[in-house]
């Protein structure tokens, strides 16, 4: 059972639009620097591919056939994940765990810019029989489980715009976050809401973005020049896709996630034994949920410790420094990806100005969104056994 690194990473994006490229060549792009990261070649060094693609999103039937060439997978096997792709990373972890890959590159992508009619993919996504056929968009869901939170702890529109404010905030240090802005509750206040109480942003906008990570085992890590950071555990499930069968505060399957990766990383207490977080953060409660239900902070305590500085890029425990979903926008199911790599950058210490400055152990937790509740967490460290 050999251990598992991350020893390459590279994206390029995120951004608004990609006009510039085809979504191949945004993967081409990632590939490149990936590979160039580690010192590899993927004709030669690798020995599986992982694509995390969705056929509606790509527009294209069967599109990993699409994804062979741009990552150098010439006469290697390569298969597809449909689904968030933190369980990608899951499926490539597995592979070399088996003692039968040494190297694994996983690549996901999102060319939103392509898309038209996003919300009738998520449509399509809905229960056939009883959610469908209501014809209204998916969105409305996270606008009840927003003002059920704020109704249920007894908290006002102004404290759920702190997340969004943190967030965006700590995005001006980071040259990714094309989303980033300087706001303060007064000018939330005056924006307009799209899904009451969510205004336009409290919700993450959709982003074009490319990630290619290479995992290797630990024997093959030792014979490359690279910056290994360990993945220490990583576990995912999903429970019914039914909206109408949920809670509106559903902590389960997030708790479930956190649970199975403290428990196989030895973590008794998160809050203390883990030293920053990167969590899906695509509507401005999710945040909280996500928090809670993680175990870092108490059920509906989490927006109080929000406005506390807690989750500061200065406090006791930082939460999406990066700028989060809501500064770099979500890249449809390469967001897990794409945590994955503000976290790998932390950990390397090569963060530049939002650089933290005793970065060792990062936790991430990814949620496909919006109407299901496929939910993936893991465990990175920089302290590993090279």
């Not at 951004?15 to 490149?32: D, H, I, N």
Request: proline share 4%.
């Amino acid at each position: 059972m050999n251990e598992v690194c991350i020893i390459g990473i590279g994206s390029y994006g995120p951004s608004p639009t990609s006009k510039e490229v085809s979504f191949r060549e945004g993967v081409y792009e990632a590939a490149v620097r990936a590979y160039s990261d580690c010192g590899i070649d993927p004709r030669k060094d690798v020995d599986a591919f992982i694509a995390c693609e969705e056929d509606y999103n790509v527009g294209i039937s069967i599109s990993n056939e699409f994804s062979v060439d741009q990552l150098g997978a010439r006469l290697r096997p390569i298969c597809t994940v449909c689904s968030e792709s933190l369980a990608a990373l899951a499926s490539g972890y597995m592979l070399i765990k088996t003692g039968q890959f040494d190297v694994v590159v996983v690549e996901s992508h999102s060319k939103f810019s392509n898309i038209d009619t996003y919300e009738k993919i998520l449509e399509f996504a809905m229960d056939p029989l009883y959610e469908r056929y209501l014809e209204i968009h998916p969105y409305y869901y996270a606008s009840l489980q927003a003002r059920y939170y704020l109704n249920k702890f007894n908290y006002n529109e102004e404290d759920l715009h702190l997340v969004t404010v943190k967030n965006k905030r700590n995005g001006l240090k980071n040259p990714r976050a094309k989303f980033a802005s300087n706001l303060d509750l007064k000018d939330l206040k005056n924006a307009p809401k799209i899904f009451d109480p969510l205004t336009t942003a409290d919700i993450a906008p959709n982003s074009d973005a490319f990630y290619v990570i290479v995992l290797a085992s630990k024997d093959f890590a030792e014979k490359v020049d690279s910056k290994p950071i360990w993945i220490k555990s990583i576990y995912w499930c999903s429970e019914t896709s039914s909206l109408l069968l949920r809670d509106l505060y559903d902590l389960k399957p997030i708790k479930q996630v956190s649970e199975k990766v403290y428990e196989k990383s030895n973590i008794s207490n998160p809050r203390n034994q883990l030293d920053f977080a990167e969590i899906d953060d695509r509507f401005a409660h999710s945040e909280l949920l996500h928090l809670e239900g993680a175990n870092f902070a108490k059920q509906g305590e989490a927006l109080k410790e929000v406005s506390m500085g807690s989750f500061d890029y200065e406090g006791d425990f930082p939460v999406n420094v990066s700028g989060g979903y809501l500064s770099l926008g979500v890249p449809l199911d390469a967001g897990g990806l794409s945590r994955v790599y503000e976290a790998c950058l932390q950990l390397r210490k090569e963060a530049g100005r939002m650089q933290l400055s005793n970065a060792k152990k990062a936790f991430i937790l990814t949620w496909r969104g919006v109407p299901t509740s496929t939910y993936c967490a893991a465990i990175l460290s920089n302290e590993g056994s090279i």
